[in-house]
């Protein structure tokens, strides 16, 4: 079954740590990897997708298929950071999510 | 509208009432998905609409859920005869199409059964 596993309900660190949020996946075939980010009072919103190889806003994502993870990371969190952090995986249109890490980042 | 807006944006209901929760997707936008967001469940797909194909409905939990797009763009979801574990948010997204996994996700309807 497609499935996306995020192990972590919470995740606290102090500014300035280092973050990683955890993911993994079950998929047949070779899934496109998505993190979405909810802060507090707004829309759920796109953060990064594998395929583009990006950074946003210091976050990064590695796909490693031997694994089948697709963790978050960031070398320095900030407090505006927080938030509630989901991964996703899409193949043929739909678009499976974790349960979420709230990631909360203390001064 | 400048993004995707639904209504109502609270609901209360009594048990074994049934609900009707609004999509109204981003213009031009051909495909539209429906997620139950609850506390550690997370998001859980239940419908997927493209264009003119046929819904993907494999994630709607029951019979008593349905939906329905017209016009290829408002869109519907119907719970009927609610309980209370239907207590939810329920978060409706659309996308361009289906070569693209950029969702833009409403605000939600948050529905509260007694």
């Known amino acids: 079954a497609q499935r996306v596993t995020q192990p972590e309900k919470l995740l606290s660190v102090f500014k300035g740590a280092p973050v990683e949020l955890k993911c993994n996946y079950s998929y047949s075939g070779s899934p496109e990897l998505f993190w979405y980010v909810q802060y507090s009072r707004q829309r759920l919103q796109l953060l990064l997708r594998?395929?583009s190889r990006e950074s946003i806003k210091g976050f990064t994502a590695d796909l490693n298929k031997g694994e089948t993870s697709f963790h978050l990371k960031k070398p320095f969190a900030q407090e505006e950071d927080s938030a509630m952090y989901y991964c996703a995986a899409r193949r043929f249109q739909k678009l499976v999510f974790g349960t979420g890490t709230r990631l909360l980042v203390s001064p | 509208g400048a993004g995707v807006s639904q209504s109502p944006s609270n609901k209360v209901t009594e048990k074994g009432k049934d609900v009707e929760l609004r999509c109204d997707p981003i213009s031009g936008h051909t495909a539209l998905y429906w997620y139950r967001q609850s506390l550690g469940q997370g998001l859980e797909f239940l419908i997927y609409f493209q264009g003119n194909s046929a819904p993907d409905k494999s994630g709607l939990p029951s019979d008593r859920f349905s939906a329905e797009r017209t016009g290829g763009s408002v869109s519907t979801l119907t719970i009927q005869r609610t309980q209370q574990e239907d207590s939810a948010v329920y978060l409706c997204a659309s996308t361009r199409g289906p070569e693209t996994g950029e969702l833009f996700f409403g605000e939600g309807s948050r529905l509260t059964v007694l």
């Open positions: 594998h395929i």
